[in-house]
């Protein structure tokens, strides 16, 4: 039973870890499963990395997706990294997305400050100028300021990147450096 969960909540949860000295793999992932009986909700979420010692690549992942058949919400996320711990080159992406089954409305928010709507419209936002653009299928175009509701969902996107980068310059402090697939205790 999950306190605080509103009712019986099943779970489940598997992992791996993984480290081969013939082909320098190594890694780990964990899958967790949630199902709340009284209020219908599922949950599915996974991690893992994979390190290989003699080359250098590293990848990793990080997302999940939850549904409510009570009210009908579907909304999920990523996150992902491929790079050189050696070379220190690499890239990272994330985007996520709420729909709603009940009105067949949604938004999805991706790589760049991209966001699409359920017409197909995609918006995109400009960091550095603090513009606007649209994109109906016919090329990016100019717009004048979107709606309230996407206008804070972007705010709050730069707050989270702000804090991201204020934790990770943080974490250097402890001299060693976080690693996934562990555990909370």
């Known amino acids: ?9 099943a779970y489940s949860r598997t992992g791996a870890a993984w480290a081969n000295p013939y ?5 780990a992932a964990t899958r967790g499963a949630y199902h709340n009986t009284e209020t219908g909700r599922s949950t599915l979420a996974g991690r ?3 390190t290989n010692i003699y080359s250098g690549n590293t990848y990793g992942y990080r997302g999940g997706v939850t549904y409510n058949p009570n ?5 999920g996320g990523g996150a992902g990294f491929v790079g050189n711990i050696y070379t220190g080159q690499g890239a990272a992406g994330r985007g996520g997305f709420i729909y709603n089954t009940n009105t067949n409305a949604g938004i999805a928010a ?8 359920k017409d197909g419209t995609v918006f995109r936002y400009n960091r550095d100028s603090g513009s606007w653009s649209v994109n109906n299928g016919n090329g990016w175009k100019p717009v004048g300021k979107p709606e309230p509701k996407l206008q804070n969902q972007q705010q709050m996107r730069n707050k989270g990147a702000q804090r991201t980068q204020n934790f990770n310059s943080m974490r250097g402090f ?10 909370r205790r």
């Open 71 to 75: 009210t009908g919400i579907v909304a």
């Open 174 to 183: 402890g001299g060693g450096r976080m690693r996934g697939g562990g555990r």
């Open 48 to 50: 893992g990395y994979n």
């Open 110 to 117: 991706g790589k760049n400050n991209v966001y699409a709507g």
């Open 23 to 27: 082909t320098g793999n190594y890694g």
């Open 1 to 9: 039973m999950c306190t605080g969960c509103g009712g019986n909540t």
